[in-house]
Each structure stands twice: as structure tokens, then as C-alpha cells.
């Protein structure tokens, strides 16, 4: 079989999530799409996670979420990722005793699919685990149950680091894919050795905005250094993902989506 994966990036919000819903159906048919992952940190008002918004994203059909250094900012995430089977992940390179799980297996039409939660230490405020070795240690790890696809979501911040991770995970899992940045670059690859690689596939937020916040809002911190309450922005929403062909745990093609809805 082909699976046929689609990835989105950071939802901003519930603007974010209404385009979420907006669009998955028309993407779901015309991409034959088998499973739905998204990075989801900034999906409670732009910022951390609530078990409202969670529900509300898998209803519009989502299969599983990652995250990043956001998901931590409201209280109840806590309790969300130690669920026995979280629908939300977290960066698997936390300190130990952290509440959550770094991966996860699912199903997908009878095959198996792993997805991976990486966080990047470059630029980042976070003092993690070295992501290349906890990448190591969960490849073993997982070894035994041997996956037919291994995506990572690697929510970092330096391209530099990122595509490291890219070059260090190459014929060993089936993609790398940035998140974080917010801004989808567009150096899509898919290595001869069949691991997509991408350095950032973008966010579901606003399209007029900076990174998903309200313009105007965002501005004022550089211009005064005194950062106002950031408000998520409105309006026409960017959908910003990629689109896997995943085949016996080889990518045979990666695809960016851009779409404003
Ligand atoms: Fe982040």
C-alpha cells in the first residue's frame, strides 16, 4: 500500500481551526489522504493546548497532533498528554519525568505508522536532551514493532540544526519535517534513500499577520520592546502543510500545500 500522509503545520488558534475544517475535506479526497498528523502547541488561542480545542480539532479529522516548547502554558496540558492514549504528543527530548509521550504508533488502514516529536536546542529556551540521541534511542526502541512509515516532527528554530536532523535521520526514517518557524521554506527533498526532508512546512494561521499574531501587535514589541498581549490574528488563513507518499517506510514524493481559505 501507499500511504498517503498529510502534515499541517502549527494551527494558530481558532481562526487556524476553522480553516482546518474548512479545508480538510476538499484535501482529504483530492490527495487520497490516509492520515492526518498536525502540530498543534498554538491551537488554544494561539498559544498551549485545552482539551476543548483538542476535541474540536479531532472532530474536524485529525488523527494526531505534535507540539513543541508551547504546549506547556496552560496548566491543563499537564493532565492532557499523560492520557494513555494522548491524541496530542510532546518532544520526546524533555527531561525524564516529564508527563507525555515522544511518540506514537497508529494505525492507518492496517499499517503502521510512527510518528515522532523532536524539539531543536539552537535558539530555543528550553535546556533538552540532545534530539539526535533521543532520535537513536527511539528508533530502537521501536525497532521491534516494526513500522511501515516513521515521520518526525522536528519543532525547532535554526535551519542549520534542521537540516542536521534531516542529513542524521536519512535512510532511517521515512521524513523529517521542520516546524516552529511558522514560514514554510522550500527546500522539499526526498533524499535517494527515500526520507522527505523539508526545513519548515509553515503554520495554519493568519495570512495577513506576523507568525499568526495580529500585525499590529506583533510590530509594537520590536518598535517598543515592551510586548502588548498578542492576539491571534483574523481574517483570510494560510493552510501550510506537505503531502507524503510513504511507501514499504520509503517516501517516494513529498508535496508543499500553500492554500488560503
Ligand atoms: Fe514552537
Not at 150 to 155: A, E, K, L
Not at 189 to 203: N, R
Request: charged residues 30%; negative net charge.
Amino acid at each position: 500500500m501507499i500511504m498517503n500522509v498529510l502534515f499541517l503545520g502549527d494551527i494558530v488558534g481558532r481562526p487556524g481551526r476553522e480553516a482546518v475544517k474548512k479545508i480538510l475535506p476538499g484535501l482529504k479526497g483530492k490527495f487520497e489522504i490516509d492520515v492526518v498528523v498536525a502540530n498543534g502547541e498554538n491551537l488554544a488561542h494561539g498559544i498551549g493546548i485545552t482539551q476543548r480545542s483538542i476535541d474540536e480539532i479531532k472532530d474536524y479529522g485529525v488523527d494526531l497532533l505534535t507540539s513543541g516548547n508551547h504546549i506547556w502554558k496552560r496548566k491543563q496540558a499537564l493532565e492532557i498528554v499523560e492520557e494513555d492514549d494522548p491524541f496530542i504528543i510532546r518532544p520526546a527530548n524533555y527531561p525524564q519525568g516529564v508527563p507525555g509521550k515522544g511518540w506514537k504508533l497508529i494505525d492507518v488502514a492496517g499499517e503502521k505508522l510512527i510518528v515522532v516529536n523532536l524539539e531543536g536546542r539552537v535558539f530555543m529556551d528550553e535546556r533538552l536532551d540532545c534530539p539526535f540521541r533521543a532520535l537513536d534511542q527511539i528508533l530502537d526502541e521501536t525497532k521491534k514493532l516494526k513500522a511501515d512509515a516513521i515521520v518526525v516532527d522536528f519543532h525547532a528554530e535554526a535551519t542549520s540544526e534542521k537540516k542536521a536532523m534531516g542529513f542524521y535521520a536519512k535512510g532511517r526514517v521515512s521524513a523529517v519535517l521542520g516546524t516552529h518557524t511558522h514560514v514554510q521554506t522550500a527546500d522539499e527533498i526526498v533524499f535517494p534513500d527515500g526520507t522527505a526532508y523539508i526545513s519548515d512546512v509553515g503554520m495554519v494561521g493568519g495570512k495577513n499577520s506576523i507568525l499568526g499574531v495580529k500585525v499590529e501587535q506583533s510590530l509594537s514589541n520590536f518598535l517598543y520592546q515592551i510586548r502588548p498581549k498578542f492576539e491571534v490574528a483574523e481574517g483570510e488563513m494560510e493552510v501550510c502543510g506537505v503531502v507524503l507518499e510513504i511507501q514499504k517506510g520509503k517516501t517516494i514524493s513529498i508535496k508543499r500545500i500553500r492554500e488560503i481559505v
